[in-house]
C-alpha cells in the first residue's frame, strides 16, 4: 500500500506560478513511476507529466509542455511539479500517481486543487 500526499495548490493569477509536492510512502520510492494528472470541473482526468523510476527522461502533455516541469527527490520520497505561466485552462484538481514495481493498478492522492484566475 502507498500513500501519497499532495501540497501546494491555491489560487494564482494568469501568469503566475506554483510547485505542487507529492510525498509517498514507502521505502523503494526510487523504484516507483511517478505521475501528475488533473481533473476541471465536467472533464475526465487527464495526464499531465510523468517521470519514470529510470533515468528515462520525463513525459509530458503537450498542453503543459515548457511551461511545467516535473522532478522528484528520492532522499524525500517527493516528486514536485513545478507550474510556470499558468493559464485559467490549467484550473484542475491535481493528483499524484505512483506506480510501484509489479503493482497492477496505481495509488492516487487526494488531490490538490489549482485555480488560476484571468
Known amino acids: 500500500q502507498v500513500q501519497l500526499v499532495e501540497s501546494g495548490g491555491g489560487l494564482v493569477q494568469a501568469g503566475g506560478s506554483l510547485r505542487l509536492s507529492c510525498v509517498a510512502s514507502?521505502?523503494?520510492?526510487?523504484?516507483?513511476?511517478m505521475g501528475w494528472f488533473r481533473q476541471a470541473p465536467g472533464k475526465e482526468r487527464e495526464f499531465v507529466a510523468s517521470?519514470?523510476?529510470?533515468?528515462?527522461?520525463?513525459n509530458y502533455a503537450s498542453s503543459v509542455k515548457g511551461r511545467f516541469t516535473i522532478s522528484r527527490d528520492n532522499a524525500k520520497n517527493t516528486v514536485y511539479l513545478q507550474m510556470n505561466n499558468l493559464k485559467p485552462e490549467d484550473t484542475a484538481v491535481y493528483y499524484c500517481?505512483?506506480?510501484?514495481?509489479?503493482?497492477?493498478?496505481?495509488?492516487w492522492g487526494q488531490g490538490t486543487q489549482v485555480t488560476v484566475s484571468s
Open positions: 514507502g521505502r523503494t520510492f526510487s523504484s516507483y513511476g
Open positions: 500517481n505512483a506506480r510501484p514495481p509489479g503493482a497492477t493498478v496505481p495509488y
Open positions: 517521470s519514470p523510476w529510470s533515468a528515462s527522461s520525463p
